[in-house]
């Protein structure tokens, strides 16, 4: 019986494990990606003023099916799923409201910084992202 039985978890554990795991590439990329920014580069790469409280962190991207193109910073070591990041533009605003979620990252955007330039790059890192979805 007991080597019966440890056939049989192994047999439901290799079941489990197959069914968890993900076989399609395409869900991984799906709707989101990023782009490392910080303070020391920025204004060779950058033509506005760094806009940010943290010297590091990432410009991210996210589709939403009902408002778009969702664009957040996230400061470095604050990029994980458990973070809600700072939104940058009106959809991420929106999408934000709708879920009843509110940032929870330490820093924010500089008083009076001029956000125009960082949506553009989280915009380029969403068209990125749908162009390596269409050619997969």
Not at 63 to 82: A, C, I
Not at 105 to 126: H, M, T
Request: proline share 5%; with cysteine.
């Amino acid at each position: 019986m007991r080597i019966n039985m440890s056939r049989w978890l192994i047999a439901v554990a290799s079941i489990v494990m197959i069914g968890c795991s993900s076989g399609n590439t395409e869900d991984d990329l799906y709707g989101s990606g990023f782009i490392e920014v910080n303070e020391q580069t920025w204004n060779k790469d950058y033509t506005t003023p760094y806009p940010f409280t943290v010297a590091e962190g990432e410009i991210a991207c996210a589709s939403n099916p009902s408002f778009g193109r969702e664009v957040f910073f996230h400061p470095k070591g604050y990029t994980d799923e458990s973070y809600v990041g700072i939104p940058l533009n009106k959809a991420a605003v929106d999408g934000l409201k709708l879920s009843r979620l509110t940032p929870n990252v330490p820093y924010s955007v500089k008083e009076g910084a001029d956000l125009n330039e960082a949506v553009q790059i989280g915009l380029r890192v969403c068209d990125e992202q749908e162009n390596e979805l269409a050619n997969y």
